[in-house]
């Protein structure tokens, strides 16, 4: 049972746009910065959003983040078949110290 | 480029011990803190325990506390997880990640190793 919930799926056609959500609490995303790890089978993470919204050197554009209250939700805008992966958030929970914290993951299909 | 090297993995039977490494390089690694954060096969991200640029900072996840110990040798630029009474659930591929934080503050995950698999298994 993750601290984080994600949808388990989310699917669209090359060329759409997707979000992924990530819902917290009070104690962990409402008042913690949220970041997003791409992951492809066999490989480790990916740093792929930090501090809500910003991208590290080399990814694209297409991927953008946002927080609103104890929510985040991750953007793919023109959707590629490259982008099939599953998708994580994460940040840090006061409640449990300072022990960082996941959501389950999300599986993103490119139909 | 900063790169994370893990070893150590193996096949273990329930209630033993096994040490994880992990080797780094490309940044000064005293700087950072840095995380053990482990992957059931087919589920998700579970962090494990972090440990501060000096070591004086450490926590532990409650699934594995009394059981795992972190360290550090700056000296060595190497983090280490040494894991006891191992069970099966334990069975997971673990991942060195660098931590990036400022005081008081997790921010987010930037580097990871490949990982390293532990199979737990009589």
């Known amino acids: 049972q993750s601290v984080l919930t994600q949808p388990p799926s989310v699917s669209a056609a090359p060329g759409q746009t997707v979000t992924i959500s990530c819902s917290g609490s009070s104690s962990n995303i409402g008042k913690k910065y949220v970041s997003w790890y791409q992951q492809f089978p066999g490989t480790a993470p990916k740093l792929l959003i930090y501090e809500n919204d910003k991208r590290p050197s080399g990814i694209p554009d297409r991927f953008s983040g946002s927080k609103s209250g104890t929510s985040a939700t991750l953007g793919i805008t023109g959707l590629q078949t490259g982008d099939e992966a599953h998708y994580y958030c994460g940040t840090w929970e006061d409640s449990l110290g300072a022990a960082r914290v996941f959501g389950g993951g999300t599986k993103l299909t490119v139909l | 480029q900063v790169q994370l090297v893990e070893s150590g993995g193996g096949l273990v039977k329930p209630g033993g011990s096994l040490r994880l490494s992990c080797a780094a390089s490309?940044?000064?690694?005293?700087?950072?803190?840095m995380t053990w954060i482990r992957q059931t096969p087919g589920k998700g991200l579970e962090w494990i325990s972090y440990?501060?640029?000096?070591?004086?900072?450490?926590f532990y996840a409650d699934s594995v506390k009394g059981r795992f110990t972190i360290s550090r040798d700056n000296a060595k630029n190497s983090l280490y997880l040494q894991m006891n009474s191992l069970r099966a659930e334990d069975t997971a591929v673990y991942y060195c990640?660098?931590?990036?934080?400022?005081?008081?503050?997790?921010?987010?995950?930037?580097?990871w190793g490949q990982g390293t698999l532990v199979t737990v298994s009589s």
């Open positions: 990640v660098r931590d990036i934080d400022v005081p008081g503050t997790f921010l987010y995950f930037d580097f």
């Open positions: 490309g940044f000064t690694f005293s700087d950072y803190y």
């Open positions: 440990i501060s640029g000096s070591g004086d900072t450490i």
